[in-house]
């Protein structure tokens, strides 16, 4: 009877799972795992195939494809470069999978920058917004061409959907879709994905991200990200923000995602670890109540893994 009247659906096809492609691990041959994200790993090349084919297999809507370069300078040319990290597994992943499954890539330049930050900075070490856009409409191209579906710009920089979206239009891309991360704050939970990317940043984020005190601004970011050409919007973390979710499925007109992001995960696993929490129940759970406050898209680490439990 409870499951007669349950409320909310927690489906495989609704599950994104984000994964790392990391060029030491490439070199190293084999994948390298991610101290503070227990069972999630730096792929190689071979090793994110395998991977992809099994989420798919399991079920899961989409792929979201992070790189990790071995070298980074400035401007990060590696995220620009058809030979750059996460270009090539683009390439494979299109190539092994084909059009079944949503591929899509981080556009963003932190993983690729020696200073960490997610644009170019100016003079005086400031991120440089406009001079970042050009850098990102050339990442999107490349991205496009490497055969990414869809594009997650995850900078933060005022304008990027609209840049992005007139690049791709303008090259013959307009059936390359944008996730935009609308709402994405300057959290402290993103801690162990700056381990997964290895992340030069020193400092924080907090002249681009969003303060986590404030719900109205993130109504602000989406609404300007749909009128820019967003075909999808994010709530970003997703746990310490369900309102957020809540406003933002009620005032989106198009579908909203929530990325469950890896801080979540660790404290998640580690508590699993200890015996505190019964994982299973905890991790479903988590992926439920964030269905229910609206996300219709969960990017989630364990996608795969909850995929074959669903
Ligand atoms: C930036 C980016 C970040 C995450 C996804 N894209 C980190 C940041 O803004 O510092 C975090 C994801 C997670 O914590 O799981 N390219």
């Known amino acids: 009877m409870r ?19 990391s060029e030491a691990a490439e070199a190293a041959g084999a994948p390298r795992p991610i101290a503070s994200m227990p069972g999630v790993v730096q792929h190689t090349r071979d090793s994110l195939r395998k991977a992809a ?19 980074r300078d400035a401007i990060g040319s590696g995220g620009t470069d058809e030979r750059g990290v996460l270009n090539v ?41 406009d001079a970042t856009l050009e850098r990102y409409a050339r ?19 005022d304008g990027q959907v609209g840049v992005i979206r007139r690049a791709l239009d303008d090259a013959d891309y307009a059936d390359v879709g944008i996730l935009a991360y609308s709402a994405k704050y300057a959290s402290a ?5 700056r381990e997964a990317v290895d992340s030069q940043l020193t400092g924080d984020r907090k002249t681009y991200q969003q303060d ?7 109504l602000r970011e989406i609404e300007l990200d749909v009128a820019e050409g967003a075909d999808m919007v994010m709530v970003k973390p997703a746990l310490a923000y369900l309102d957020v979710v809540r406003a933002a499925a009620e005032a989106s007109p198009v579908p909203v995602a929530a990325y469950n992001i890896s801080g979540e995960y660790a404290m998640v696993e580690a508590a699993a670890a200890n015996g505190w929490v019964d994982r299973r129940g905890t991790v479903l ?23 074959t439990w669903l």
């Open 285 to 307: 759970e988590v992926l439920t109540s964030i269905r229910r406050a609206g996300a219709d898209l969960i990017l989630t680490y364990w996608a795969a893994e909850a995929a």
């Open 212 to 218: 986590p005190a404030n719900a109205r601004e993130a």
């Open 89 to 129: 597994a683009l390439r494979d992943l299109r190539a092994e999978l084909g059009d079944d499954t949503v591929l899509m890539a981080d556009t963003c330049l932190d993983e690729f920058t020696d200073h960490g930050h997610c644009g170019v900075l100016d003079e005086r070490g400031r991120v440089d917004n």
């Open 53 to 71: 084919v099994e989420a798919v297999r399991a079920g899961v809507g989409g792929l979201m494809v992070f790189g990790v370069p071995s070298t």
């Open 189 to 193: 939970f993103y801690g162990p994905f």
């Open 139 to 157: 990442m999107a191209l490349a991205q496009a061409e490497a055969g990414a579906h869809l594009l997650g710009p995850s900078g933060m920089m």
């Open 3 to 21: 499951r007669l009247v349950s409320e909310t659906t927690l489906t495989p096809r609704q599950l994104i799972l984000p994964l790392f492609v």
